[in-house]
């Protein structure tokens, strides 16, 4: 019990808690952006069976070789990012990773990145599973393409928004690799640490294993 008092009060433990829950941020973003994909991918045209499979790969890769792509592409001395801004703007891009802003802004980035394909074969799934007959009947009825959309698409696909707002949320709570790979010390000041990066960090860095323990029960519940 005395470890739930200290946790209660311990600074660091609510720190990363509110990157944790920053961090969920990317899960609105994700799913807009899968969605729009997944509207832009619903029609036959030469090639979509490919650029449906090439915009998958992400999920199917493994998640610490990504990471540590994505922290090259990050780097702030020769990364490509800020390769890109140097010679677009002239300025030199932020220190993605060595800033307690930019990290943040970072691990969404990676974050939606990693999952957008999982929710626009979902969001296909859905799109494709809508009779034709809706949208012809709201067409013949004059149905504007933003009308059929908020109308037919948006609440036909509510079950498979609601089961990756669900997911979305679980794992959100639950980011730890990306973080051990890209700011293996959690950033500066703890900016990009999870609570499941702290809860490890404490059981297994300290060896507190009842206190890394309590933050577990604290993070199931």
Do not use: C
């Not at 660091?12 to 994909?37: C, D, E, R």
Request: net charge positive; hydrophobic share 50%; no cysteine.
């Amino acid at each position: 019990f005395q470890n739930y008092a200290k946790l209660l009060t311990d600074a660091k433990f609510w720190k990363v808690l509110g990157n944790t829950i920053v961090y969920m941020l990317g899960i609105p973003i994700g799913m807009a952006l899968a969605m729009l994909i997944a509207v832009g991918m619903n029609r036959k045209m030469r090639g979509i069976k490919i650029l449906r499979t090439l915009y998958y790969v992400p999920v199917v890769s493994s998640l610490v070789a990504v990471a540590i792509l994505w922290m090259w592409v990050f780097n702030y001395d020769y990364g490509l990012l800020n390769s890109i801004i140097k010679a677009v703007s002239g300025i030199h891009g932020p220190n993605w990773l060595g800033d307690q802003f930019w990290v943040k802004v970072s691990m969404i980035i990676f974050m939606v990145w990693k999952g957008l394909g999982g929710s626009i074969v979902l969001y296909l799934s859905g799109l494709q599973s809508i009779p034709r007959d809706y949208y012809e009947a709201a067409k013949i009825d004059g149905a504007s393409g933003w009308r059929l959309f908020r109308h037919i698409t948006l609440p036909l696909v509510s079950p498979v928004t609601f089961y990756l707002l669900i997911t979305g949320l679980i794992g959100g709570f639950q980011v730890f690799v990306e973080v051990l790979v890209m700011v293996p010390n959690g950033g500066l000041n703890y900016s990009a640490a999870t609570v499941v990066f702290y809860m490890y960090d404490k059981s297994f860095g300290n060896n507190q294993m009842g206190y890394g323990s309590a933050m577990a029960f604290i993070l199931a519940i």
